[in-house]
């Protein structure tokens, strides 16, 4: 998915640009036009991408939704902070804010329990909120919400998603502006432990502690010459590479013949993925270089 200049000039509006300028200057980049233009195309990206991801987990976009309203939804701010909001239940909804500043790699997060909406959820005015420790978000951008009639635990799984991937994937487009290019990597074992500590309310230890475990019983198993299951991933077991009979080759960096020796069966792990990562990946956008064929 990508914005055609007519779109981008219907969405940079007067005050989009001046919030972009507010932004520049307190970025830490370097003062002038092309920081200004990197900001701009960070800003579009993020946009792009809470579009693409919330119409790929079927979430609809609508222009205004009421206090009422029992289903959950995601709210995506001028300032490029994320709001998630549950499902209406009998003890109100649980809550979630991600600020993603540009020069951290984890999003300062701010959770609550029972939470209600403070009126209709709207773009271009702040959310507000009541039993929450956040009584307002910034200006809306955009919002979305599940279908009408679709299940309470498959709006929290689709909730739950959008959520992990969009504040991870604007992680990585703020160090785009902030790191050079080869040193980027925010999937990293420290900024997942960081991440699931707070999202889920728990120590970077215990994290660490729970994340190795799993890990752990996950090679076990897979040793064990069982077939793992990774949720939805998919699969992780044990596949044989047959045995390889001494052969005659070249040498790739001299071309010279040389002799390949005879190889044993041998096992090798192999991972099957699930027919739904399959759809999602071939759902995403495909970076070309302009110098490729």
Partial sequence: MRYSEEEVKAILTERVERHLRSVTESSGLP?????????????LEKRMMFEEQTRLLGMVIPERLDSEDPRG???????????AIGTLGDRGRWFEY???????????????????????????????????????????????TCP????????????REA????????????????????????????????YLAAKDDISQSLAHQ????????????????????????????????????????????TGAEMTIPAKPMTP????????RLKERAASMPVEVDADED
């Fill in 148 to 159: 009408e009639g679709l299940s309470h635990a498959e709006q929290e799984k689709r909730l």
């Fill in 31 to 43: 003062p002038g036009g092309e920081s200004l233009r990197r900001i701009r195309e960070n800003w």
């Fill in 210 to 253: 729970v994340l190795d475990d799993y890990l752990t019983m996950v090679e076990a198993g897979l040793l064990l010459g069982e077939r793992v299951p990774l949720g939805a991933i998919g699969r992780l077991h044990l596949g044989i590479r047959p045995a390889q009979k001494a052969r005659i080759g070249r040498n790739p960096a």
């Fill in 73 to 83: 939804i995601i709210l995506l701010t001028y300032s490029g902070s994320l709001v």
């Fill in 268 to 275: 090798v792990p192999r991972i099957s993925f699930s027919s």
């Fill in 163 to 194: 959520t992990i991937f969009l504040t991870n994937g604007f992680v990585k487009l703020n160090r785009t502006l902030t790191l050079p290019e080869d040193t980027i990597g925010h999937f990293t074992m420290k900024s997942m432990v960081q």
């Fill in 98 to 144: 991600a600020s993603i500043k540009l020069r951290n790699d984890v999003p300062n997060l701010v959770k609550a329990q029972g939470v209600l909406l403070g009126g209709p959820v709207h773009a271009d005015a702040p959310a507000r909120f009541t039993h929450c420790p956040i009584e307002q978000s910034s200006d809306v951008l955009l919002l979305a």
